[in-house]
C-alpha cells in the first residue's frame, strides 16, 4: 500500500506500477490485459472494509504438478482452471 507523499496526494490505497519501457516490447496487448489482471487480484479488503492483500490461489511449480500431480488441496481449484483453459488456443494469442 502506498505511503508517505503518494498516499497524502492520490488518497489511493493501492498502486499498480507497470513501466512500459519494460513490457512495451516483451507484452502484446492480452499479455499486457493479463499481467493487469494477475496484479489486480492482490488487492481485496478485510471484512472491515480495511484495504489488504490476497495471497495467490496456490503456490507451486509446473515440474511439482509433472512429478506429483494435485497433491495438495489448494492446488485443486487452479488444477480445474488449467484444465478448462485452452492451452493450444491461448498460445496463439498470447504467444
Same mark, same amino acid.
Given at each position: /500500500?502506498?505511503?508517505?507523499?503518494?498516499?497524502? #496526494?492520490? *488518497?489511493?490505497?493501492?498502486?499498480? @506500477?507497470? %513501466?512500459? &519501457?519494460?513490457?512495451? *516490447?516483451?507484452?502484446? +496487448?492480452?499479455? /499486457?490485459?493479463a499481467?493487469?489482471? +494477475?496484479?489486480?487480484? +492482490?488487492?481485496?479488503?478485510? &471484512?472491515? =472494509?480495511?484495504?489488504?492483500?490476497?495471497?495467490? &490461489?496456490? *503456490?507451486?511449480?509446473?515440474?511439482?504438478? #509433472?512429478e506429483?500431480?494435485? @497433491?495438495?488441496? &489448494? /492446488? =485443486?481449484?487452479?488444477? %480445474?482452471?488449467?484444465?478448462?483453459?485452452?492451452? #493450444? *488456443?491461448?498460445? =496463439?494469442? /498470447?504467444?
Amino acid at each position: /500500500m502506498p505511503g508517505g507523499l503518494l498516499r497524502t #496526494e492520490t *488518497e489511493t490505497n493501492f498502486t499498480l @506500477w507497470i %513501466a512500459t &519501457d519494460n513490457t512495451r *516490447e516483451r507484452f502484446n +496487448h492480452l499479455q /499486457m490485459e493479463a499481467c493487469v489482471f +494477475h496484479y489486480l487480484k +492482490h488487492a481485496t479488503r478485510t &471484512d472491515k =472494509g480495511a484495504p489488504a492483500l490476497r495471497k495467490p &490461489d496456490w *503456490e507451486g511449480y509446473a515440474r511439482e504438478v #509433472e512429478e506429483y500431480g494435485v @497433491w495438495r488441496p &489448494d /492446488m =485443486g481449484p487452479v488444477a %480445474a482452471a488449467f484444465k478448462s483453459s485452452d492451452y #493450444e *488456443e491461448a498460445q =496463439g494469442k /498470447m504467444f
